[in-house]
C-alpha cells in the first residue's frame, strides 16, 4: 500500500516561507503525477500545484504563481512544495497527492499538514 507522508506545516507570519514534504514509501519514480492540494475548513479541496512526468508542465492555482514552486527529489522519494510570500489565511490543510503509474486514478492522499499565517 502506497503510502505519503506529509509534513513541515506549521504557524507562520504573513511575509515568510514555509516549506512542505511529502515522502513517498515508494519509488516517485512510479508516479507520474504528483501535487498539492489545500483545503480550508468547509471548503472544497483545490489545487496548488502538480508535476508530471513527461512533456507536461508544471501547473499552478493563479493565487501562488510566481510565490510557490513544486519539486522532487528522487534520491529521498521526497516531493516537495516552497512556499514563499505567505499571505494571511486561516487554517489551511496542505495534501499531497500521486498517481501512481501502474494503478492510475484515483491516487493516493497524505493525511495532511496544516499551515496558518497569522501575525
Known amino acids: 500500500q502506497v503510502q505519503l507522508v506529509e509534513s513541515g506545516g506549521g504557524l507562520v507570519q504573513p511575509g515568510a516561507s514555509l516549506r512542505l514534504s511529502c515522502v513517498f514509501s515508494e519509488s516517485i519514480l512510479n508516479f507520474y503525477r504528483m501535487g498539492w492540494y489545500r483545503q480550508a475548513p468547509g471548503k472544497q479541496r483545490e489545487l496548488v500545484a502538480n508535476?508530471?512526468?513527461?512533456?507536461?508542465?508544471?501547473n499552478f492555482a493563479d493565487s501562488v504563481k510566481g510565490r510557490f514552486t513544486i519539486s522532487t527529489d528522487s534520491a529521498k522519494n521526497t516531493m516537495y512544495l516552497q512556499m514563499n510570500h505567505l499571505r494571511p489565511e486561516a487554517p489551511v490543510t496542505y495534501y499531497c497527492h500521486a498517481v501512481h503509474t501502474t494503478w492510475g486514478v484515483p491516487g493516493y492522499w497524505g493525511q495532511g499538514t496544516q499551515v496558518t499565517v497569522s501575525s
Open positions: 508535476i508530471s512526468s513527461g512533456i507536461e508542465r508544471d
